[in-house]
């Protein structure tokens, strides 16, 4: 089966009815494809970029993202590349001859660097874990037990080909480890800020005039944890704001319910039209000096 294929069915719930029809664990790249796509396409780039956030949040590691100049001179581009990597592999599967180039892409722009095998881990981490988070609190449906297993032999197989050590056979393992990781790691350094601070402009740009950004910097911090707040030096939001936040986000899911299903898929690899505006070829993807 593949990701080209249609949905069979129209009906608010044809994606949901679709997945269960599918084996979590031989059918998990279309599952994800299904889930990604069509239900939820929205709501994963917002939980991505939650999940990139929170790489700024260990202060080990943020000393490497700030000296490459990636994240806060081009942070628009490394943004692009990042979701159009994904996106390729995503939409065309990890099997696929887009899909190998992008992974094959994506492992030459991290080999030029020295990054711990725990840090691979941890990102790894968020991109499976945050997009099941962010469904749990905002979800217009809640993802099903066979979106979770898809997702985590997904992420789990995107480790295997990029190398990574000691993944886990335990979806359940695999979040204690996330979670003891942050409460381990999480620690402010100023690193950390200047590089959220650039993720946070960047997004705060997409949607408001830059004399709204203060207004909006306090509604995106109503969105985030305590401690990953505090690791990037950015103030805590009032609680009666983060409830009001919280609580339109899930007016937002509500509202959902009552619309028809997506009749095609969105495509991440349409977006990054700031960067690349006449398109792009995955070699062009990353930075200058991983280009072969």
Not at 63 to 72: A, H, I, R
Not at 112 to 120: A, G, K, L
Request: glycine share 8%.
């Amino acid at each position: 089966m593949t990701n080209t294929q249609p949905v069979p069915g129209r009906g608010r719930f044809a994606v949901r009815d679709a997945i269960r029809a599918l084996d979590p664990v031989r059918d998990h790249q279309r599952i994800c494809y299904l889930s990604a796509c069509y239900d939820f396409p929205w709501d994963f780039a917002r939980a991505l970029e939650m999940a990139l956030f929170r790489t700024f949040g260990i202060a080990k590691g943020t000393s490497l993202l700030l000296s490459t100049g990636e994240f806060v001179q081009r942070t628009q581009k490394r943004y692009d590349d990042t979701v159009l990597i994904l996106g390729e592999i995503l939409e065309n599967g990890y099997d696929s001859d887009r899909g190998r180039a992008a992974l094959r892409r994506m492992n030459q722009q991290h080999a030029h660097y020295t990054i711990p095998n725990d840090e691979y881990l941890y990102t790894l981490s968020t991109f499976l874990f945050e997009p099941l988070r962010w469904n749990a609190r905002f979800g217009w449906r809640r993802c099903t037990d066979h979106e979770r297993t898809a997702a985590f032999q997904y992420w789990l197989n995107m480790g295997e080909r990029m190398a990574i050590r000691d993944l886990p056979t335990d979806i359940d393992a695999f979040e204690l480890w996330n979670v003891a990781y942050e409460r381990e790691h999480f620690v402010f350094a100023p690193a950390n800020q200047q590089i959220a601070e650039a993720g946070r402009a960047l997004l705060l740009g997409w949607y408001l005039p830059r004399p709204l950004w203060g207004m909006g910097a306090s509604l995106l911090s109503a969105l985030i944890d305590e401690p990953l707040l505090r690791a990037v030096g950015f103030g805590l939001p009032p609680r009666w704001l983060r409830r009001v936040v919280e609580g339109v986000m899930r007016t937002r899911g509500i509202a959902l319910r009552l619309l028809p299903s997506r009749a095609r898929p969105f495509r991440f690899t349409a977006l990054g039209t700031a960067t690349y505006p006449n398109g792009y070829e995955i070699d062009q993807l990353g930075a200058d000096r991983a280009r072969t």
